[in-house]
């Protein structure tokens, strides 16, 4: 690391990139982004804009730059991987974007390679810093929800375009699938950060679009939680709404109703024939900003986890665990809805 500022570049200036970008941008007297790579000049060269960066478009020559202190890996899934596997060997600290890897195998060799590199690794597992969650986290951590009975979640959005489109979104490739690995790291995180381990489950994926898509559109999946409470996770990318969030906490004593969609957010439930409930304060409805800026905090957070010398918030371990439960998951889908222990 230089001196004064942590040196970064963007591997992967696709659809999600400017929300890293922004991110970085916040925090100029501790990092600046130095290099941008893509192999779409267009991507790279709309990045740029940003910043004064120089432009790669082989991402093993950006690896091998020694000037370069930390890469932020937002490539398609199945690179993350191999990809993660030469940064790490460079010793460069490295950001990756959910899910980490492909596979639970491939997520603790890049877990286990980063620890003995010594570098600094981060997850950019967004719904940690997701406003909403974290307030939620507070409310069940009071108790007044009682013991936690059923947590529901949801994840709708409408991939169609992107389903259909010539990049990696519908194509198996070695990705491991669709709606399940895309969506599934930010769900799963969600549920091992407040109720802790699932113990078992089964799942069921269907496919809509079928024309130019391998891969599944739609899943659910059901099971028990390690706490006792069950779950069930639904995933949509065939859903005319915007991509967006809900979970549901029942609990014996109260229930909480969070959902990005709805004017307010976050509601309390504590009374059987209390149709308001009670609006958590301090949360406003923010549907655009809701992933936005989830995603510059977590951005902000781990280049202060570098410069601060200090283990990352989302703790890596736990995104390895939510690819092993999707890996679980898709087997449990793939042989006839087997129940499956994790
Ligand atoms: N945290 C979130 O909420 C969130 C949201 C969207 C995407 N993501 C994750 O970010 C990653 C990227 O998603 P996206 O939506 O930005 O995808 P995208 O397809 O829009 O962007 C990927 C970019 O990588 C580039 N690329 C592909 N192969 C390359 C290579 N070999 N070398 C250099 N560049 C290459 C593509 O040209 C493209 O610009 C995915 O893993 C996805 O899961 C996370």
């Given at each position: 690391?230089?001196?004064?500022?942590?040196?970064?570049?963007?591997?992967?200036?696709?659809?999600?990139?400017?929300?890293?970008?922004?991110?970085?941008?916040?925090?100029?007297?501790?990092?600046?982004?130095?290099?941008?790579?893509?192999?779409?000049?267009?991507?790279?060269?709309?990045?740029?804009?940003?910043?004064?960066?120089?432009?790669?478009?082989?991402?093993?020559?950006?690896?091998?730059?020694?000037?370069?202190?930390?890469?932020?890996?937002?490539?398609?899934?199945?690179?993350?991987?191999?990809?993660?596997?030469?940064?790490?060997?460079?010793?460069?600290?490295?950001?990756?974007?959910?899910?980490?890897?492909?596979?639970?195998r491939q997520s603790m060799e890049i877990f286990e390679?980063?620890?003995?590199?010594?570098?600094?690794?981060?997850?950019?597992?967004?719904?940690?810093?997701?406003?909403?969650?974290?307030?939620?986290?507070?409310?069940?951590?009071?108790?007044?929800?009682?013991?936690?009975?059923?947590?529901?979640?949801?994840?709708?959005?409408?991939?169609?375009?992107?389903?259909?489109?010539?990049?990696?979104?519908?194509?198996?490739?070695?990705?491991?699938?669709?709606?399940?690995?895309?969506?599934?790291?930010?769900?799963?995180?969600?549920?091992?950060?407040?109720?802790?381990?699932?113990?078992?489950?089964?799942?069921?994926?269907?496919?809509?679009?079928?024309?130019?898509?391998?891969?599944?559109?739609?899943?659910?999946?059901?099971?028990?939680?390690?706490?006792?409470?069950?779950?069930?996770?639904?995933?949509?990318?065939?859903?005319?709404?915007?991509?967006?969030?809900?979970?549901?906490?029942?609990?014996?004593?109260?229930?909480?109703?969070?959902?990005?969609?709805?004017?307010?957010?976050?509601?309390?439930?504590?009374?059987?024939?209390?149709?308001?409930?009670?609006?958590?304060?301090?949360?406003?409805?923010?549907?655009?900003?809701?992933?936005?800026?989830?995603?510059?905090?977590?951005?902000?957070?781990?280049?202060?986890?570098?410069?601060?010398?200090?283990?990352?918030?989302?703790?890596?371990?736990?995104?390895?665990?939510?690819?092993?439960?999707?890996?679980?998951?898709?087997?449990?889908?793939?042989?006839?809805?087997?129940?499956?222990?994790?």
């Amino acid at each position: 690391m230089s001196a004064n500022k942590l040196r970064v570049a963007i591997l992967g200036a696709g659809l999600i990139a400017p929300n890293h970008a922004a991110g970085f941008q916040e925090v100029p007297d501790l990092a600046q982004v130095v290099g941008i790579c893509d192999i779409n000049r267009e991507n790279a060269d709309n990045l740029a804009t940003l910043f004064d960066a120089k432009i790669y478009s082989d991402y093993r020559e950006l690896i091998a730059d020694p000037d370069i202190d930390l890469i932020d890996v937002l490539l398609p899934h199945h690179l993350h991987y191999p990809v993660a596997m030469e940064i790490i060997a460079t010793k460069k600290h490295l950001l990756l974007e959910k899910p980490m890897a492909v596979t639970y195998r491939q997520s603790m060799e890049i877990f286990e390679s980063a620890k003995k590199a010594g570098i600094h690794f981060g997850v950019a597992e967004n719904t940690r810093y997701i406003r909403a969650y974290v307030e939620a986290e507070k409310i069940i951590k009071t108790g007044k929800l009682g013991d936690i009975t059923l947590v529901r979640t949801f994840l709708p959005a409408n991939e169609r375009i992107r389903l259909s489109s010539d990049d990696f979104w519908g194509k198996r490739l070695d990705q491991g699938g669709g709606a399940l690995i895309d969506s599934g790291p930010h769900t799963f995180y969600l549920l091992k950060w407040l109720f802790g381990e699932i113990r078992e489950l089964v799942a069921f994926t269907s496919q809509l679009y079928k024309v130019d898509s391998e891969v599944e559109d739609n899943a659910d999946v059901r099971g028990k939680l390690a706490c006792g409470a069950d779950f069930l996770s639904s995933f949509t990318f065939t859903a005319e709404v915007p991509h967006s969030e809900r979970l549901e906490v029942y609990g014996t004593t109260g229930s909480l109703i969070v959902d990005q969609l709805v004017n307010p957010p976050v509601r309390l439930y504590t009374e059987p024939v209390d149709f308001d409930g009670t609006q958590v304060e301090g949360l406003e409805y923010d549907p655009m900003g809701w992933h936005y800026f989830s995603i510059v905090e977590e951005v902000k957070d781990f280049v202060r986890t570098v410069v601060e010398n200090r283990p990352p918030t989302v703790d890596p371990l736990d995104c390895c665990y939510v690819v092993k439960v999707i890996e679980k998951a898709y087997n449990s889908a793939r042989n006839g809805n087997k129940l499956v222990t994790i």
